[in-house]
């Protein structure tokens, strides 16, 4: 094609008429795809909780999990760990597999409208990509990651390095520059739907560094941002009372809010 200039006027103007509609059907399109996305999100009602999901961190371990999951049914709350298939090292995107699996199961024998997740730690990716990718945002009202390496861990991509022996697929997904990570944090953080908590520690040694467990678009706060000088290690936060109080308070109808400082009380009285 000759250059612009070169046409005459009448020619110059069809010209850019064309190439002006050509865009405008390629911003539709765009929009469009943007849109039809979004309405496919259609978000429960924030007053009417439904059964807690927890989700394990990585190994799968339920054992920390068990102390806050026992505090949240003794606060009336129908609350069940999901474990994992396996030994819970395997691929985080089968992981969020098995939790849609278990979020459906679950409505359907109880009747609720939606669930609350929890994950704890490797188990707060497993969240975010249950949510992202296989359609969560229609049944989860909340999801509160705690202490979970959203944009990876150091200590993952150390142990990377050491072969798959040492550093099994669930692990390399955690390294910083993993393609799932890459994946969920490329756009938003905080996938339409829910109401996103993150919580995390500023003592943590596994997370590092610790503040890859915040979230842009979530309520987004440290422990010690409610209660400073409090000492929280990872594998302690599930289990530490003044965490599970924050925990159980944006699991509530309200809000979420970033928890008051009473929730320190049982740590200062003990």
Request: net charge negative.
């Amino acid at each position: 094609m000759p250059p612009l200039r070169s046409l005459s006027p009448a020619r110059r103007r069809f010209v850019l008429g064309s190439l002006g509609l050509a865009i405008g059907v390629v911003v539709a399109a765009l929009v469009g795809v943007v849109l039809s996305g979004d309405d496919a999100v259609e978000p429960v009602a924030q007053d009417d909780p439904g059964p807690v999901l927890l989700v394990p961190g990585y190994g799968g371990s339920t054992a920390a999990l068990q102390v806050l999951t026992d505090q949240l049914s003794a606060e009336g709350r129908d609350a069940r760990i999901v474990r994992p298939e396996g030994d819970g090292t395997g691929d985080l995107r089968q992981q969020a597999a098995d939790l849609a699996d278990a979020a459906e199961r679950v409505q359907d024998s109880t009747g609720a409208a939606s669930v609350d997740l929890v994950g704890y730690s490797a188990g707060g990716v497993v969240v975010r990509w249950y949510v992202a990718e296989l359609g969560g945002g229609s049944h989860v009202r909340r999801a509160v990651t705690l202490v979970s390496p959203q944009h990876g861990t150091d200590l993952a991509a150390l142990a990377g390095t050491l072969g798959s022996r040492a550093c099994p697929e669930a692990c390399q997904q955690l390294a910083p520059d993993s393609d799932l990570l890459r994946t969920l944090n490329a756009g938003d953080e905080t996938p339409a739907g829910p109401r996103w908590v993150s919580i995390w520690t500023t003592d943590d040694a596994t997370v590092v560094p610790p503040d890859s467990g915040a979230l842009d678009g979530a309520l987004d706060f440290s422990v010690q941002d409610v209660c400073p000088g409090l000492a929280v290690s990872h594998p302690d936060a599930p289990r530490t009372p003044a965490v599970i109080a924050m925990v159980a308070s944006v699991l509530g109808t309200g809000g979420p809010d970033v928890p008051s400082s009473s929730t320190c009380a049982d740590e200062i009285s003990r």
